[in-house]
């Protein structure tokens, strides 16, 4: 079936960049664009009038994990002062008693809403890290039935978490879970690349550069290319890691990855905030910033994340004129990936104390070009004839968008993901007229709202301090 949609401004690409076709067409058949330009006179099935619409391309949101819901990110985002804003080390790592009663239980349900939430934000494609740590066939047929495309693997380290009852983080090494872990990622990469009719692909995911020796970070590169799949690590994400990676390995984290030999094009660095030079380390020695470009390597940047904490990257303009492909992440919650390249925009503006910084064409192009760029395809981000029909359509025409002049300066400067009104991946329409066409929102939202409030009852039992989830996060007023 061949569908036309009208627009609206219409953001094609020329095999070099992006460029708008005002009053454009987008012709897709199956899961294949057509045509994108002015004008289309062949006959069609099927047409979408989005006049008054931004017509992109789905964006890929290149960090994020759909394990952790909205529940969870009450309690994720605060943290100890003791951790100067580490913030997962806060939240993932139960007392050894409580380890049982941590987090949510029915992960599905946790799960399947971070999806279709992220869906309804534009994003087609995502990078899933994670996910299918529990029960990788269910895992599977959940992306199948949510319909989005999917780069994912399960997660593995050799360190396990956990807090005495006095809040001191205690780290457990164990050389063989990290290796037991590299096999399964590696199973799971081979058995379930291409699934989903081939929306879904496979990715290695080892934890962080403090989490994982050296050894296992070797192996990881040496069975990525073995069996053909990127990988992505967390690097250089919170001060702990800085400093523990100092103190062990006598070098930055970013240092420690070039040494061993890991950062190559095929590798993605999430968040990657402490470099050296950043403010908040004291540490003006070296050239990380080079290191990274030099090799190659891209940047998945999770910008409300780190504002949430406090923290801007410093700066995402200047990882971009460095020569790093950069990629945006939505790492916390809510997880809204066109609110992200909006604070990616002011918080490099911030960090270079210049308006001219955070450019939303930069912004843009990180969340649809430089994102296909991480997983070396030239079928994803961008309206092209040939290209996977992964397609955006976002409503211009309300009252907070004002006068339209650049699109992109709109969407960038105001859109929210309730402005979003279609998602189509591989051609399926999957959100149209703002609602998820394949379950029903209210009765998902129900679900969470009753699964959050008994994760929230459980913290006690297993939170360092066996205190109530309104002591840990007080509430902003009394709620009686
Ligand atoms: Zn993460």
Redesign the pocket.
């Known amino acids: 079936m061949k569908t036309l949609i009208q627009g609206g401004f219409v953001v094609g690409f020329n095999g070099t960049e992006h460029e708008i076709f005002k009053d454009g067409v987008v012709v897709y058949e199956g899961n294949r664009i057509e045509f994108v330009g002015k004008e289309y006179t062949h006959p069609v099935d099927k047409k979408i009038d989005a006049k008054g619409c931004l017509i992109s391309p789905g964006f890929i949101d290149t ?1 994020f ?1 759909s394990g952790i819901n909205a529940g969870d990110y009450l309690l994720n985002d605060s943290t100890k002062r003791d951790f100067f804003a580490s913030n ?1 080390l806060a939240h993932g790592g139960p007392t050894r008693e409580g380890a049982k009663h941590a987090h949510l239980k029915d992960v599905d349900v946790g799960q399947r809403f971070s999806l279709i939430h992220l869906l309804k934000s534009g994003v087609t494609t995502t990078f899933e ?1 994670g996910g299918p740590g529990g029960d990788p066939e269910r895992y599977v047929n959940m992306v199948d039935e949510v319909g989005v495309r999917c780069y994912t693997g399960p997660s593995y380290k050799n360190v396990s978490f956990f807090h005495d009852p006095e809040g001191r983080l205690e780290y457990d090494w164990n050389d063989e879970r990290g290796s037991e872990g590299l096999k399964k990622a590696v199973e799971f990469a081979k058995k379930f690349a291409g699934a989903c009719n081939g929306r879904m692909n496979t990715m290695l995911f080892p934890g962080h550069v403090d989490s994982c020796t050296p050894e296992l970070l070797q192996q990881t590169r040496k069975a990525a290319k073995e069996i053909g799949v990127r990988v992505q690590i ?1 690097a250089t994400i919170n001060l702990f890691e800085f400093h523990t990676v100092m103190r062990l390995h006598r070098c930055t984290p970013i240092e420690l990855l070039k040494k061993i030999g890991f950062l190559d094009p095929e590798v993605s660095l ?1 968040h990657c905030i402490f470099i050296s030079g950043h403010s908040w380390l004291a540490y003006p020695y070296g050239d990380d910033l080079k290191i990274i470009a030099d090799s190659g390597a891209s940047v998945a940047y999770s910008p409300l994340k780190y504002l949430k904490l406090g923290i801007v990257m410093e700066s995402f303009d200047r990882y971009l004129k460095a020569g790093i492909n950069m990629g945006i992440g939505t ?1 916390t919650f809510p997880k809204d990936l066109i609110s992200d390249i909006r604070y990616a925009a002011l918080g490099s503006r911030v960090a270079e104390r210049s308006f001219m910084a955070g450019h939303p064409r930069d912004v843009f192009n990180a969340a649809t070009l430089g994102g296909a760029k991480m997983l070396g395809r030239d079928d994803l981000g961008r309206l092209q004839k040939g290209a996977k029909a992964d397609i955006a359509i976002v409503n211009l025409g309300d009252i907070a968008f004002g006068a339209v002049r650049d699109p992109i300066r709109s969407l960038v400067e105001t859109a929210v993901s309730r402005d979003v009104r279609t998602v189509i991946v591989d051609g399926e329409t999957l959100v149209d007229n703002g609602q998820y066409l394949r379950h029903n929102e209210q009765e998902l939202l129900e679900t969470v709202q009753a699964k959050s409030e008994q994760i929230w009852q459980t913290l006690p039992k297993w939170h360092w301090s066996g205190k109530s989830v309104d002591e840990v996060v007080p509430p902003s007023f009394r709620i009686s």
């Open positions: 960090h994990h997962y890290i967390h999430s790492d």
